[in-house]
């Protein structure tokens, strides 16, 4: 399978098309970006490691029954994907309280959430990705009825589930995520883009040290060092 055309670059992956119209391979950038790319850097061998984490995860996740775009790992930084229509939102499922949820309701950092909290943002740069309910959804047409919106929440939910255990075992506390669904062929809703230290947030389970991308955003160090680590630990 070879990359045709450009069709789109976001900040984390290029996606180009293929021979075939229902393929199209992701390429993994080295880039970093944060607050929403006010803060930028790049790291080479940084979107190899992400590649590899993501096909690791997205066949952990198939093998537990979960729909997603992943088809195969072509090498170290392309993954051949179903192409799939994106749906804006940025579904985020929180099992610990850090980031912007200890900011905006005060809770402590660090601390165990009641429940996996499942929240949705509008992924729109313009607008800052700005959090949304249900009702918000269905107002600007992005998921336009209840049984999608609950649907998404519970696969949402089921993914949490089993990436928690499967990160418990290799000593790493799954803090929080954020995912994404698409649209594919048969206008099924699958989970597409990427899981990956970018968008988790990872502690070691005995230290709490962090293993993620808060090493960028609080400027704590080298990322590729925590994702090696991350990879070795998973694969
Ligand atoms: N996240 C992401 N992309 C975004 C915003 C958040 O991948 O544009 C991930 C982030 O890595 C974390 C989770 O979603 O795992 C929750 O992030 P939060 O809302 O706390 O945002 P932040 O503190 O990064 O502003």
Request: with cysteine; net charge neutral; hydrophobic share 35%.
């Amino acid at each position: 399978m070879e990359k045709l055309t450009l069709l789109y670059e976001g900040k984390g992956k290029k996606l180009y098309t293929t021979n075939d119209a229902n393929r199209v391979i992701a390429e993994f950038k080295d880039d970093l970006t944060a607050f929403n790319a006010h803060k930028k850097g790049s790291e080479a061998g940084k979107g190899s490691l992400n590649c590899q984490i993501s096909s690791i995860l997205f066949k952990l996740l198939e093998k537990n029954n979960i729909k997603t775009h992943f088809v195969e790992m072509l090498d170290c930084y392309n993954m051949l994907c179903k192409k799939v229509k994106i749906i804006p939102l940025e579904v985020v499922v929180r099992n610990i309280a850090t980031g912007s949820l200890t900011k905006r309701l005060g809770i402590k950092d660090g601390e165990k959430l009641k429940f996996p909290l499942v929240e949705f943002y509008y992924k729109n740069d313009l607008l800052n990705d700005p959090i949304l309910n249900d009702e918000h959804c269905k107002i600007i047409n992005i998921v336009d009825n209840d049984k999608d919106i609950n649907y998404i929440k519970d696969y949402a939910r089921k993914i949490n589930d089993i990436l928690i255990s499967f990160f418990m075992e290799k000593n790493l506390k799954l803090v929080d995520f954020k995912i994404e669904f698409g649209r594919d062929e048969n206008n099924e809703i699958i989970l597409s883009d990427e899981i990956s230290p970018d968008s988790c947030r990872l502690w070691d389970k005995d230290t709490n040290k962090k293993m993620d991308k808060d090493i960028f955003r609080q400027s704590l160090g080298n990322v590729s060092d925590a994702y090696k680590e991350v990879l070795n630990r998973i694969k």
